[in-house]
């Protein structure tokens, strides 16, 4: 099974919880999940020097046999979240060598993708680019369940807000709906560092740029988080933003060891 596999045994009951048998979260892990019968014994077991061909045999036992349910968890550092085309799938096609589908409408991206960041020898990290996040997320709207749950290994959140102007959402008000579906999907995940970006300045009017960025920087400050302009498609800001990636995954590995 591949590596992020979480094993779980399912139960005749449909409302009991699922039990959990084993989290695969490293490579050539192994797992145990039901044990084989005992094997019988064959008649060459009871030959004698009197009986050479017994007709005597001992059967065996059966296995355990479980019903059980994988679930698969993307094991990457850094989780960039947002609404539908806040330009997420661009920016981790600029910062690795992933090459997710990029178009101009909501959920081009259906599955995860997942890009290697390379600063250095020395510093590297992996990102995933989770599909677009909605309202209602974390009852299951828009497949959140089926994404939110991707973010649970990361150690940084990126909250991708598009600034452009394209959608007609505020931004700050963007950013509070995701942080929300986090918090209400797994407090937890709401708990994780976080990063704000304000992207797709390329795509905003240098002179209305202040203007349209200011009410989420404002609320970047009031949540203590640090926010960055940038624009993944053409580059603009991307450096500081990846130095400030490595410095809080650093923080975070730091704090967990």
């Known amino acids: 099974m591949p590596i992020g ?21 490293e490579d050539g892990q192994r797992l145990l999940v039901a044990r084989g019968g005992r094997g019988g014994l064959g008649n060459a077991h009871f030959a004698t020097s009197t009986n050479r ?5 001992q059967p065996g036992e059966p296995g355990e046999i479980k019903d059980l349910r994988l679930e698969m968890k993307l094991l990457a550092d850094v989780g960039l979240v947002g609404f ?22 909501p959920f081009t991206t259906l599955i995860p993708n997942l890009g290697v960041v390379r600063l250095s020898d020395d510093r590297s990290f992996v990102v995933a680019d989770v599909p677009g996040l909605i309202e209602g997320a974390h009852e299951g709207h828009g497949l959140g369940h089926q994404f939110l749950r991707h973010l649970e290994r990361t150690k940084v959140l990126v909250h991708l807000v598009d600034v452009s102007g394209a959608s007609d959402r505020e931004p700050a008000v963007d950013l509070d709906t995701v942080r929300r579906e986090l918090e209400l999907f797994q407090p937890d995940l709401a708990a994780k ?19 349209r960025v200011a009410p989420l920087e404002r609320r970047a400050r009031e949540l203590k988080l640090p926010i960055y302009r940038v624009s993944g498609a053409s580059g603009a800001g991307v450096p500081e933003l990846l130095e400030a990636m490595w410095g809080r995954l650093a923080a975070a590995r730091q704090s967990a060891a």
Do not use: C, F
């Not at 539908?84 to 409408?105: E, L, Q, W």
């Not at 560092?193 to 740029?209: M, R, S, T, W």
């Open 5 to 25: 596999t979480l094993v779980y045994e399912k139960t005749d009951d449909p409302d009991s919880p699922l039990h959990l048998l084993g989290d695969l979260a």
């Open 53 to 57: 061909a017994p007709r005597k045999v």
């Open 84 to 105: 539908p085309n806040a330009g997420k799938s661009t920016m981790i096609a600029r910062i690795s060598a992933a090459r997710p589908k990029i178009a101009d409408y």
């Open 193 to 211: 560092p976080q990063i704000v970006v304000a992207n797709k300045i390329d795509a905003v009017d240098p002179e209305l740029l202040d203007e």
